[in-house]
């Protein structure tokens, strides 16, 4: 049994796979780390290998407390990925966008494809029918999105995520709700007809904490799959065994 590890810059989700099945999913956050780590390992006890993709601020020394019962591994740039990394700067490319990849590699083999990740940031990464990994984009996320209009500005309030009622905003809150949430619908829906420009054929696989929000609202035909990190994570740590 595997307990794999996706530390993103808002959450932690960890899930439990006996294979390929994925038995059971958390998310917490870091000063909850230890605590959710010691309540799952006490739940399944077979867990013999833990997996962390981590891009937040959490390094090994926050696992040292399992050191000694559990095989623990972080994956870095340097393992091996089932792609050519293409990326002009592939030490800075986020270990979770690599990860990404290699899942769209594993789940989609032979044809194009373009991974949206709606966490923290929107990641867009493209890969190839000839598996090589091109890059992509990174802008900010929904919940971002929301914090910076605030944030940065003296009047404009701090709202949560709703679903704007319409395109013409006619006050100060339905004028962010539009501009935040139609405004990254176009802006995902524009990345996916320029993309097509280019590649007649790609599937789009879409994933991260704002999946289900955002996958109805989008014009094109989608994969939406929360758990596709998690799932590639662990598809991950088998390639690298088999390849190590
Ligand atoms: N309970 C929650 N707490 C924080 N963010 C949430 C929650 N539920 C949904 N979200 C959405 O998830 C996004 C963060 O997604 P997530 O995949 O967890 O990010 P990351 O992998 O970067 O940590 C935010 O933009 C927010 O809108
Ligand atoms: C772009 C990211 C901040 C996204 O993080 P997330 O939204 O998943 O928390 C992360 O993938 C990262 O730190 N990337 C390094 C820069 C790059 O990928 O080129
Ligand atoms: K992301």
Do not use: W
Request: glycine content about 6%.
């Amino acid at each position: 049994m595997i307990l794999v590890v996706d530390v993103g810059n808002t959450r932690i989700k960890a899930a439990v796979f006996e294979g390929a099945i994925l038995l059971e999913i958390f998310v917490f956050t870091k000063i909850e780390l230890e605590k959710n780590i010691k309540n799952i390992l006490k739940k399944f006890q077979k867990v013999a290998h833990l997996v962390v993709s981590s891009v937040g601020d959490v390094e090994k020394q926050s696992f040292l407390a399992f050191d000694s019962v559990l095989n623990i591994s972080f994956v870095t740039n340097d393992d091996p990925f089932p792609f050519q990394n293409k990326y002009s700067t592939p030490k800075t490319l986020g270990i979770d966008r690599m990860v990404l990849a290699a899942g769209a590699v594993f789940q989609f083999p032979n044809q194009n494809r373009l991974v949206i990740d709606a966490g923290t940031c929107i990641t867009y990464d493209f890969i190839d029918d000839q598996n090589n990994y091109l890059g992509g984009a990174i802008t900010p996320g929904l919940r971002l999105r929301y914090e910076s209009l605030h944030n940065n500005t003296a009047k404009l309030p701090l709202l949560a995520l709703e679903s704007p009622k319409e395109l013409i905003g006619n006050s100060t809150s339905n004028s962010i709700h539009s501009g935040v949430v139609n405004g990254l619908v176009y802006e995902i829906d524009g990345f996916i007809t320029e993309y097509s420009t280019r590649y007649s054929n790609f599937i789009i696989i879409l994933t991260g904490g704002d999946t289900d929000f955002l996958a109805k609202r989008l014009k094109n035909t989608i994969f939406a799959n929360s758990n596709f990190l998690m799932e590639s994570l662990n598809q991950t740590f088998q390639y690298k065994i088999k390849n190590d």
